[in-house]
T-cell receptor, first 114, second 112 residues
């Protein structure tokens, strides 16, 4: 399977704990996006990378959130001091710049903060 | 943040019927995409439209990119039970940041 993969698929944590999610994009894709989706809503943009450079962050991304893509391949999204409002599905998508920039999504990580 | 307009929130149809979904925006996009999402899974790309006025088919699905670049529609013909799911439209301005702007989605139920 050469699609986008995410790990873990589900994470339950207690308020105040730190969590980290991983995304592996489609191998030849140079752009990687993170989105957050809450119940009854469409995904909302959080941040994106072109190769290893983080080029834009949404105002939704508070200072408790940090994302990295150190070698321009996989990416991690860390949430520090989780709050109940962080409970959501975190989605990763990748695309190839210039090839329509069409984004393909992974299966998501469902975060529940107790 | 901005979201595209999709309505109604839910649609109920009989197996075999055709269904059409519309998506509108106050802003122009240069790409429109339609995704389907099953519970607990990520969105799966159905159709991508890259040019105003473009009409594209993928099996029983047909989608069009509105000529004003502010709307798109998706048509599903001869619906089957596995068409059940949430259908999202997304607009994209390709360039420096090609982030997607999504609608709230339409939940489709198909009665056998």
């Amino acid at each position: 399977d050469t699609g986008v993969s995410q790990d873990p698929r589900h994470k339950i944590t207690k308020r105040g704990q730190n969590v980290t999610f991983r995304c592996d994009p489609i191998s030849e894709h140079n752009r990687l996006y993170w989105y957050r989706q809450t119940l009854g809503q469409g995904p909302e943009f959080l941040t994106y990378f072109q190769n290893e450079a983080q080029l834009e962050k949404s105002r939704l991304l508070s200072d408790r959130f940090s994302a990295e893509r150190p070698k321009g391949s996989f990416s991690t999204l860390e949430i520090q001091r989780t709050e109940q409002g962080d409970s959501a599905m975190y989605l990763c998508a990748s695309s190839l710049q210039g090839a329509g920039d069409t984004q393909y999504f992974g299966p998501g990580t469902r975060l529940t903060v107790l | 943040g901005q979201q595209l307009n999709q309505s109604p929130q839910s649609m109920f149809i009989q197996e075999g019927e055709d269904v059409s979904m519309n998506c509108t925006s106050s802003s122009i996009f240069n790409t429109w995409l339609w995704y389907k999402q099953d519970p607990g899974e990520g969105p799966v790309l159905l159709i991508a439209l890259y040019k105003a006025g473009e009409l594209t088919s993928n099996g029983r699905l047909t989608a069009q990119f509105g000529i004003t670049r502010k709307d798109s529609f998706l048509n599903i013909s001869a619906s089957i039970p596995s068409d059940v799911g949430i259908y999202f439209c997304a607009g994209q301005l390709t360039g420096a940041n090609s982030k997607l702007t999504f609608g709230k989605g339409i939940t489709l139920s198909v009665r056998p």
